[in-house]
Structures are given as C-alpha cells and as structure tokens.
C-alpha cells in the first residue's frame, strides 16, 4: 500500500513559514496545553518525517536535543552533514524515491516536516496526500512560501480546528485526478 504522505506545518496568514532569513520568532513560543495536546495525537499517528536540508540545519542550529525521537527521519540533501540522531538518515535520493523506500519499509504515515523547497517538490511530484495548517494570526509580508514551486489544484477541508491562542488548523485532503491540475508557467525573461 502506497504511504500517506501528510504536509503539517505552521504558516503565516499570508502564507508564509518563515520569515526570508529563516527565522520562525513569530511563532517559536511554547506551544499552549491544546496546541501541544493536537501534536502530540498527530505526532502519535505518524510513522517516519520526511525533511528537506533547509529545515535539518534549521534544527541543527538551534541546538538542543533531536525534536523528533522515536521515529526514523529521512532528510533529503546532497551534503555529508552530521547526523543528530540515530533515528535520523542522510541520504540523496529523490522524493519519489525516499517515499518508496519507507514504504518498503512498512511505514504507512509520512509526515513531510518541510521545508518548502522540498516540500514544493513532492507536491508536483503529486507525493502529497494531505495538508494539516496550523494558522497562525500573522501577517509576515515577506518570507519562505509554503510550496515553493506553483500548481494550481483544488483540496477538501476534511477538519477545521481553533486554538485559544488564536492560531487555526486547517486540515485538506488533496485531491488527486490528473485532469484538475494545471501546471503554472515559469516567467519568461525578457530582453531588455
Ligand atoms: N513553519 C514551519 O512549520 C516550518 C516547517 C519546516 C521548515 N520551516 C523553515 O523552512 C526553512 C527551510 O525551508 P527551505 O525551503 O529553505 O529548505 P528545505 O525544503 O527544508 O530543504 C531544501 C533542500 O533539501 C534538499 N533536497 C533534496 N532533494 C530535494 C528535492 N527534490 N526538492 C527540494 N529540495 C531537495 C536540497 O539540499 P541539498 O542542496 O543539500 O541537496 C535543498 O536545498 C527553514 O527556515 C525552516 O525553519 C518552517
């Protein structure tokens, strides 16, 4: 059976995950008893992360113990980086590839961590199955998209649930048929 592969990440209301530089201040506070309560039950329900290099070394400087113990955790990069973990494996692969691998695995729910590069990848690979939001009520202006690469496709709300901190999550199925999607063009450069 092919894995679920679930995009849960935390997003600006203007759809932004981090602001240009990498930094998440705007969101990086202790999570509230609720918040921390809906993670931990996701957190529960997912086999193997799935990460992109950015987000790896995002973690990697910020020190401190591995934030996800007790699962196998696959980051995708072309760098000898240290591993912070045992549960943790470096590997150079395609997403495709990585997916296929936990599957043979016996892994069934694949939480893609990010970031939006890699995350940007597996969507128009048509990897991702499921997107969870959390919300936040901040406006950032500028800053890492969700998916950095564009295709238009529409998803179903399959749950909706708010915080008392005010931050909502959003959760879509997404819809796979051929037929809805379309592919946004790359802008053409032009001759000056
Ligand atoms: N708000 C949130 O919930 C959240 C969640 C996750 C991340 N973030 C933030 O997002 C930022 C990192 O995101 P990012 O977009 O810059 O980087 P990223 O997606 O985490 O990592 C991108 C890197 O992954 C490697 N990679 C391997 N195969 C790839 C593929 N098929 N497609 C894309 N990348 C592939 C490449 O590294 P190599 O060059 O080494 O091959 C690439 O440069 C950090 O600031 C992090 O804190 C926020």
Redesign the pocket.
Known sequence: MTPTLIY????SLDG????P????DW?DTPRQPDEEYSFQYFYAGIDALL?????????LKRGGPWPYPGKPCV?????E?PRAGDEVQLT????AQAVGALREAGFQRIWL??????????YT?GLIDEVVI?LVPHLLGAG?PLL?TGMERSLTLSEQRPFTSGMVQLHYQVKKQASQLTQIPTPRSTAA
Not at 8 to 11: I, K, L, M, Q, R
Not at 75 to 79: E, I, K, M
Request: charged share 15%; hydrophobic share 45%; aromatic share 6%.
């Open positions: 849960h990440v935390t997003a932004y995950i981090a602001r530089d990498g930094r998440l969101f990460m992109g290099r950015g987000t790896y070394e995002a973690l980051v995708l990069t072309r760098l980086l150079h692969c395609t997403p961590v990010g970031g939006s590069l890699l995350a940007g990848s597996c690979a959390n890492i950095a």
